[in-house]
């Protein structure tokens, strides 16, 4: 059984930076896709970003350019955040399927951490 666990989520400027981390338990092949999802309040789950099996990234037109996703193989999963905004201000989920590529949509990932709050305000 596959465990996720984000942090590094908090409360920052517009402006700022966060670095989040999703840490992977019980991860034993590198098959495997993973995604970054928010939330925010009123509002349905988005994809932000994913990176498959090969290293492909795919970003939200919205983070485009100011965030990053990155992966440490069977271990875990980043999320580096530029130039929040306060739009960004969201519940962060961290998602994991197995499989080489990355589905289209997020009902098909397997696996879900818990979650960890970013607020991005003045």
């Known amino acids: 059984q596959v465990q996720l666990m984000e942090s590094g989520g908090g409360s920052v400027q517009p402006g700022g930076s966060l670095r989040l981390s999703c840490t992977a338990n019980?991860?034993?092949?590198?098959?495997?896709?993973m995604g970054w999802f928010r939330q925010a309040p009123g509002k349905e789950r988005e994809e932000v970003a994913t990176?498959?099996?090969?290293?492909?990234t795919t970003y939200a037109d919205s983070v485009k350019g100011r965030f990053t996703i990155s992966k440490e193989p069977k271990t875990a999963l980043y999320l580096q955040m530029n130039s929040l905004k306060p739009e960004d201000t969201a519940m962060y989920y961290c998602?994991?399927?197995?499989?080489?590529?990355?589905?289209?949509?997020?009902?098909?990932?397997?696996?879900w951490g818990r979650g960890t709050q970013v607020t991005v305000s003045s």
């Open positions: 998602a994991l399927v197995f499989g080489a590529t990355c589905p289209s949509q997020s009902v098909n990932y397997a696996y």
């Open positions: 019980n991860l034993v092949t590198t098959w495997y896709c």
């Open positions: 990176v498959d099996s090969y290293g492909t």
